[in-house]
């Protein structure tokens, strides 16, 4: 909910806060993301029709595991999913990841970085 006048925020208010599409990332561009807890995420976009990303974390359950291919469903603004934002990293959504043997809830964006091969690029800012 909004504070000022008590309506619940829209999708373009969230996506104001700062953000980025997935589908919409170069190939050879790579998103840095770090979590509220300090947790990194790398993005890479493998196929934008699919929104099939490599993903990376740093996370302790995953940290030990090599980048896997996976589908970015939507940013989800709140945890029980209410607020969903697809194809969307936000500041302050947790990112929707379908593998192909579970569904994973990133902790929320603090902040992110895209990076080319001769550019850098905050697009959240911390």
Known sequence: MNKKNSKPLTTEDYIARGG???????????ALIESVVGDMYTLRLVDPA???VEFYSSEEAMR???PRRCYFLASWMDRAGLVSIPDWVVKDG???LQFS???????PVRAALLEGPNWKYEVISP
């Open 101 to 107: 043997d579970a569904n994973y809830l990133c902790h």
């Open 20 to 30: 980025f599409t997935v589908s919409r990332m170069r190939p050879d561009t790579i």
């Open 64 to 66: 030990h595991h090599p």
């Open 94 to 96: 947790r990112m929707l």
């Open 50 to 52: 699919a929104n099939l």
